[in-house]
């Protein structure tokens, strides 16, 4: 069992930054793959970023790639999300995500947090 809670949403102006934080709970965090996902209003929940258990892979979303750093501690168990650049459509609740694969798809994650929202104002 994993439980994920993320913290680090706020607003921001177009062109900001923000470093969004995901804490794990559980023995077996560092043999998970973790990712971020995100809903905007009115939209399906999209794929951002994914990290393998090691850190030695990641994979981001075309949209956020060059913008976006997704990094993580397994010592502390700890997962970030460090956003540049920022646009108003960035604009979304953002989820962070624990499964056995390193994947785009959301079935590929077990374990979901509660999400923090972002909005980035023009």
């Known amino acids: 069992q994993v439980q994920l809670v993320e913290s680090g949403g706020g607003l921001v102006q177009a062109g900001g930054s923000l470093r969004l934080s995901c804490a794990a709970s559980?023995?077996?965090?560092?043999?998970?793959?973790m990712g971020w996902f995100r809903q905007a209003p009115g939209k399906e929940r999209e794929f951002v970023v994914a990290?393998?258990?090691?850190?030695?892979?990641?994979y981001y979303a075309d949209s956020v790639k060059g913008r976006f750093t997704i990094s993580r501690d397994n010592a502390k168990k700890m997962v970030y999300l460090q956003m540049s650049s920022l646009k108003p459509e960035d604009t979304a609740v953002y989820y962070c995500?624990?499964?056995?694969?390193?994947?785009?798809?959301?079935?590929?994650?077990?374990?979901w947090g509660q999400g923090t929202q972002v909005t980035v104002s023009s």
């Open positions: 995500a624990a499964g056995t694969t390193t994947g785009w798809q959301e079935r590929s994650y077990d374990y």
């Open positions: 559980g023995r077996t965090f560092s043999s998970y793959a």
């Open positions: 990290i393998s258990w090691s850190g030695g892979r990641t």
